[in-house]
Each structure stands twice: as C-alpha cells, then as structure tokens.
C-alpha cells in the first residue's frame, strides 16, 4: 500500500485560532472524525454553498439547494496546520473521488468541497490535490470542488456532536465508527472521546 503523502506545500504556521470548512458527505461522519484530530478545539455541523434561508436539514436534504452538509473546523494553527486538516480530509474522512456523493449517500449536498477563506488555503488545498493525484495513492482522480467561503450556517442543535450522542445509531455504527477506526489506524496520535 502506498503512504499517504504529508501536504508537500502548506499554510504558514501561526499562533492562535483559524478555521477551516469542509465538506464530505454526512456532517455528522465527517465531524466525528475531525473532533479527534490533535490541535482542533471545535467542529460545528452545517452548511455552506447557499443563502441563509436555504439553510435548513429539511431543504438541504432535498438536494435542490447549493448547499453542502460541511463541517466548521476551529483549530489551533501551532498544534495543526491546515495541510495537516486536509490530510486528515482526504485519507480518512471521506472519498475525494466520488462526484456528488458518498457511499448510499446521494445528491450535491453530500459533494466533496473545500470551502477555503484564504488565499493561502485555497493554494494549498490546490496543490496537495495536484500532489495526491499524482502520488497515486486513490483509486480514482480526485472531484473536490474548491470554492471560496461566502457563509457557514450551523446546522440545528440535534446534529451537533451527533456520533458522541448518539453511540447506537446504525448509521454511526456503520459510516461513521470505520472512518474513527482508520482515524487511530493512520494518526495514532489523536484523541479518542469515544470508542467505535
């Protein structure tokens, strides 16, 4: 098996908080993945892609929307570098190569996006997609759509820290559990709150 590659191009290490948005597939997978990673404080479930009005489960869940179920990640830039986040993103929180969807999950709100608010994000997120592809290390070319940040919307209360709430749920045992796995497999270092 070829090794994931560390980001060969990065964001410049800081002191103090930043935030990094991602979409890929179902919030609530992709937040309990990114809650376990060294050097993140928070990560909210929402959206990201379309209006305010538009951003409600019931509306984005029709797939009439141009939002993307997306995760806002607080971290803290001396622990975790975005490079290090997009990782994290792309070997073990979802399939990068999979165009509008994941898993049985189907429909535009499930894409693979990076919603970068920087231009230091956007070109290190461009870059390490460029490197990925041609390391290959994935089955297939990666489809993650880039796109500047315009506005994240929290999801409802209900879908916060989904995964850790809700221990039994079938989905959780079945989609979210083998990404923490592989999480522990591939980063021994992170944090673990629960156990999947």
Request: charged share 20%; glycine share 6%; proline share 4%.
């Given at each position: 098996?070829?090794?994931?590659?560390?980001?060969?191009?990065?964001?410049?290490?800081?002191?103090?908080?930043?935030?990094?948005?991602?979409?890929?597939?179902?919030?609530?997978?992709?937040?309990?993945?990114?809650?376990?990673?060294?050097g993140?404080?928070?990560?909210?479930?929402?959206?990201?892609?379309?209006?305010?009005?538009?951003?409600?489960?019931?509306?984005?869940?029709?797939?009439?929307t141009?939002?993307?179920e997306?995760?806002?990640?607080t971290?803290d830039?001396?622990k975790?570098?975005?490079?290090?986040?997009?990782?994290?993103?792309?070997?073990?929180?979802?399939?990068?190569?999979?165009?509008?969807?994941?898993?049985?999950?189907?429909?535009?709100?499930?894409?693979?996006?990076?919603?970068?608010?920087?231009?230091?994000?956007?070109?290190?997120?461009?870059?390490?997609?460029?490197?990925?592809?041609?390391?290959?290390?994935?089955?297939?070319?990666?489809?993650?759509?880039?796109?500047?940040?315009?506005?994240?919307?929290?999801?409802?209360?209900?879908?916060?820290?989904?995964?850790?709430?809700?221990?039994?749920?079938?989905?959780?045992?079945?989609?979210?559990?083998?990404?923490?796995?592989?999480?522990?497999?591939?980063?021994?270092?992170?944090?673990?709150?629960?156990?999947?």
């Open positions: 098996m070829t090794t994931f590659p560390d980001p060969a191009l990065d964001t410049t290490p800081t002191s103090g908080q930043q935030t990094a948005v991602f979409a890929g597939g179902c919030f609530w997978c992709t937040e309990a993945v990114f809650e376990l990673v060294e993140v404080e928070d990560v909210m479930s929402g959206y990201a892609g379309d209006t305010e009005e538009l951003a409600r489960y019931d509306i984005v869940c029709s797939g009439t141009r939002h993307a997306a995760i806002l990640i971290y830039a001396a975790v570098t975005f490079g290090g986040l997009l990782k994290v993103f792309f070997s073990v929180a979802h399939d990068p190569t999979t165009r509008d969807r994941q898993g049985h999950d189907v429909g535009p709100q499930y894409r693979s996006a990076i919603f970068y608010t920087s231009e230091e994000q956007k070109q290190t997120a461009e870059a390490y997609i460029r490197q990925i592809d041609q390391a290959n290390v994935l089955h297939a070319p990666i489809v993650t759509e880039l796109s500047a940040l315009d506005k994240f919307y929290s999801a409802e209360a209900y879908h916060q820290n989904y995964a850790v709430n809700n221990r039994h749920n079938r989905y959780i045992v079945g989609v979210a559990d083998p990404k923490v796995e592989k999480l522990k497999k591939m980063f021994p270092g992170c944090r673990v709150r629960f156990n999947a």
